[in-house]
């Protein structure tokens, strides 16, 4: 699996504590390499901020700290009972070491029935079966264990490529955030680029505020989502990613520029940059990534959450591929509001609209219309 492939599907974000390779795009869609190093331990301002862009010609673009693990020690052989017996040991292991939801007072039960069933029945089906168990065990259900085939293939995993839209009515406008956000550099950089030019071409008739629409949206990859609203973020940091240890992972936002501590930076033009309301359109359909941005706005001022609550998928992913071509997707984190607050069970909209059916059109969307009323008390 590629390493966009890796970010894109599934996962709310990667955030990434190793040695890196960074990615740089450039404005003739190439690359140029360089490298980094943001390691377990350094704090929240350890990747540092990208300097402002200025001038409306300048194209955005991000920086990706590229880290390809090397597959998993132990997980070479599944042809033999021996090698079977050996995988199953260092996925434990390792799930141990890394998953958010590990309780140590019951993993070794888990761990223990699984090599019970293998001892009984040692074929490669039934170890199929018990390692699924324990990534669900140990991550929950934002966690998947790939097959081989899944991960080579990404079959059934991305939804097509949609970029995000921007429309005004009445001086508010409306930026529809669609699931997905890319799956490599070049996706990336076209979906946060079509929200940007969503920005430039509306920012002047926007008088009252902006609306960012999450609904629907059962995620992708953060940092793609995240830049495309970025001249609409609060400057800082807004929160981030939490460990089950309580080491935090810093998104931090300035004039031009967008970071993930050890994930990605994103560059662009400055002049961009709106201080005024925006409202946050979630329902039981935002998931993930989408939720990830919901966290960015969370307690903001001058930010509104609106709709129903999220789908409580609010945790970040981290990909370990395996030597027989498998791949584990494990939750090792929460997403975390500027305040450190996270959402276990999703996130509440501070003003609730009972679930409707989005129409053609703004004034058929009583959710839309809930938050234009809101943008319009706030201007007036």
Known sequence: MSRGMRAAVFCAALFLL???SQVSGTSDGTSSSSTASVGPGQDS???SAPPAVSGTDQPAGFSLLDSDREPLEGTEDVATAEGRTAYLDAVSIWLEQEGLFVDPATWPDHVEAAHGALEVQNLLAVLRSEVSQLVEVAGGRHSAYLSATATATGTGLDPPFEVPTVSTQSGVS????????????????????AGLDGIRRTREETSCGWVV?????????SWSMLA??????????????ETREGSRIAVEHGPGWLTQQGGFRFDYDAALDVDQPVAVLIDNGTASAAEAVTTAFHGQPGAQIIGQRTAGLATGNISQPLADGSTILLTTAWMVDADGKHFPEGIEPQIAVPSDTQGNQAEQDTTFEAAADWLRETCS
């Open 18 to 20: 190793v040695s890196c």
């Open 45 to 47: 301002s350890a990747a």
């Open 174 to 193: 409306w930026m529809v955030l669609p699931e997905g956000g890319g799956r490599d550099l070049e996706t990336y950089t076209t979906y946060a680029r």
């Open 213 to 221: 629409d999450l609904r629907g949206n059962r995620g992708g990859t």
């Open 228 to 241: 495309a609203v970025a001249p609409l973020l609060p400057e800082g940091s807004f929160g981030g990613f």
